[in-house]
């Protein structure tokens, strides 16, 4: 955030170096539609073209939602990944291609992350009340033992995970959570699909994780607030949303008060099986695919802001980083290709 000669705050402008110079498609409407989908909210806006009705565009984006819930989602019993959760141990589970291309794509946040992205943190997940099952809102709730914290971390590891020409391995109480990642995959398919029916200006979002393309009919791109973290009072910086992705994740989006007062996130981090405890309030990463702006988001925020923040540097990954310092003042600290985009 910049300040004027008068002390003002300027808002921050967040532009991709590379803009694709399209001529503006003045005379044309921007039309919006919007829906309901895992637990969250889509809307998409784009530039009118010439044979694409609203009709068209809703049926593309049902459609490729659809193939994500039926394959990806931890919430629905028949999806392809919990038939893979509920297969029996040493089998090969036939998986279809979109969410082959997820779990690849998991893996290698995994390993990239040194293990700080882990889809195979489902089981802790539902064991600190983030799950379908007996959420910690419920009755009959309560955190873990020590003891099944433990027996449950043996289940875990990204590492268990093989694919191959058969499909997905389950070598056994394997569980897989692609909430960090299928989301944005579900951005990327749907904006690809638009575009392939023709439309240029393009900008779909799903839960606050987005992609834009081309430009509005003035030539404008499309400009798009980034979260600022709670109790901020500065403007929340925009970003053209111009052939980019961004994806935010926040640990105050989700989470509760224990017994004891202490906050626990829906973000785990899997190298010790509880919820984050240093301090990051959000993390927002800029990238070109929605999936990996949306999977990095998650692996930086159980990183912390220094670890994070040099794993940023070394993929030069575009994040800004927002964490409480010791005092519980949220800093944000932001990565050199994220300073790039600052005008
Ligand atoms: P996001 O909002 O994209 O950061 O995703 C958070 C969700 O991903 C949580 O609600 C969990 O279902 C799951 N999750 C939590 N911790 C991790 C982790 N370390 N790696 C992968 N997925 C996780
Ligand atoms: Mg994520």
């Given at each position: 955030m910049k300040a004027t000669a008068a002390g003002h705050t300027m808002r921050a402008v967040l532009v991709p170096r590379h803009l694709r110079a399209a001529p503006p498609t003045r005379g044309q409407a921007v039309h919006r539609q919007h829906g309901q989908t895992m637990g969250t909210t889509w809307s998409v806006s784009w530039v009118g073209v010439a044979g694409v009705d609203a009709a068209a565009v809703r049926h593309v984006v049902a459609r490729e939602l659809h193939i994500v819930v039926d394959q990806m989602s931890t919430w629905e019993p028949t999806s392809s990944l919990c038939t893979y959760n509920s297969a029996p141990a040493c089998t090969w589970v036939p998986i279809p291609d979109a969410l082959r291309g997820v779990l690849q794509a998991a893996q290698q946040m995994s390993q990239a992350s040194g293990g700080a992205f882990d889809a195979s943190a489902g089981p802790l997940v539902a064991l600190w009340?983030?799950?379908?099952?007996?959420?910690?809102?419920?009755?009959g709730f309560a955190p873990p033992s020590e003891d099944t914290l433990a027996r449950t971390r043996a289940c875990c590891g990204w590492q268990r995970l093989r694919l191959g020409a058969d499909g997905?391995?389950?070598?056994?109480g394997l569980q897989l959570d692609l909430s960090a990642i299928a989301k944005g995959h579900a951005v990327d398919r749907t904006c690809d699909r638009l575009r392939a029916l023709g439309l240029h200006g393009v900008l779909v979002e799903i839960g606050g994780e987005l992609r834009g393309h081309g430009t509005k009919p003035d030539g404008q791109p499309w400009w798009v607030a980034i979260e600022p973290p709670p109790?901020?009072?500065e403007p929340a910086p925009v970003l053209a949303a111009h052939h980019v992705a961004v994806a935010t994740s926040g640990d105050y989006r989700r989470g509760y008060r224990d017994t004891s007062g202490r906050w626990r996130s829906h973000t785990i981090d899997p190298r010790c099986g509880r919820p984050i405890h240093n301090g990051v309030v959000s993390v927002t990463v800029v990238h070109a695919l929605c999936m990996l702006a949306d999977a990095w988001s998650t692996a930086l925020t159980v990183l912390g802001p220094e670890s994070g923040l040099a794993l940023a540097q070394q993929h030069q990954l575009a994040a800004r980083i927002v964490a409480q310092d010791r005092h519980g003042v949220p800093r944000e600290v932001t990565s050199p290709a994220w300073r790039d985009l600052l005008d």
């Amino acid at each position: 955030m910049k300040a004027t000669a008068a002390g003002h705050t300027m808002r921050a402008v967040l532009v991709p170096r590379h803009l694709r110079a399209a001529p503006p498609t003045r005379g044309q409407a921007v039309h919006r539609q919007h829906g309901q989908t895992m637990g969250t909210t889509w809307s998409v806006s784009w530039v009118g073209v010439a044979g694409v009705d609203a009709a068209a565009v809703r049926h593309v984006v049902a459609r490729e939602l659809h193939i994500v819930v039926d394959q990806m989602s931890t919430w629905e019993p028949t999806s392809s990944l919990c038939t893979y959760n509920s297969a029996p141990a040493c089998t090969w589970v036939p998986i279809p291609d979109a969410l082959r291309g997820v779990l690849q794509a998991a893996q290698q946040m995994s390993q990239a992350s040194g293990g700080a992205f882990d889809a195979s943190a489902g089981p802790l997940v539902a064991l600190w009340g983030f799950g379908a099952q007996r959420g910690h809102g419920e009755a009959g709730f309560a955190p873990p033992s020590e003891d099944t914290l433990a027996r449950t971390r043996a289940c875990c590891g990204w590492q268990r995970l093989r694919l191959g020409a058969d499909g997905a391995w389950q070598p056994g109480g394997l569980q897989l959570d692609l909430s960090a990642i299928a989301k944005g995959h579900a951005v990327d398919r749907t904006c690809d699909r638009l575009r392939a029916l023709g439309l240029h200006g393009v900008l779909v979002e799903i839960g606050g994780e987005l992609r834009g393309h081309g430009t509005k009919p003035d030539g404008q791109p499309w400009w798009v607030a980034i979260e600022p973290p709670p109790g901020s009072t500065e403007p929340a910086p925009v970003l053209a949303a111009h052939h980019v992705a961004v994806a935010t994740s926040g640990d105050y989006r989700r989470g509760y008060r224990d017994t004891s007062g202490r906050w626990r996130s829906h973000t785990i981090d899997p190298r010790c099986g509880r919820p984050i405890h240093n301090g990051v309030v959000s993390v927002t990463v800029v990238h070109a695919l929605c999936m990996l702006a949306d999977a990095w988001s998650t692996a930086l925020t159980v990183l912390g802001p220094e670890s994070g923040l040099a794993l940023a540097q070394q993929h030069q990954l575009a994040a800004r980083i927002v964490a409480q310092d010791r005092h519980g003042v949220p800093r944000e600290v932001t990565s050199p290709a994220w300073r790039d985009l600052l005008d």
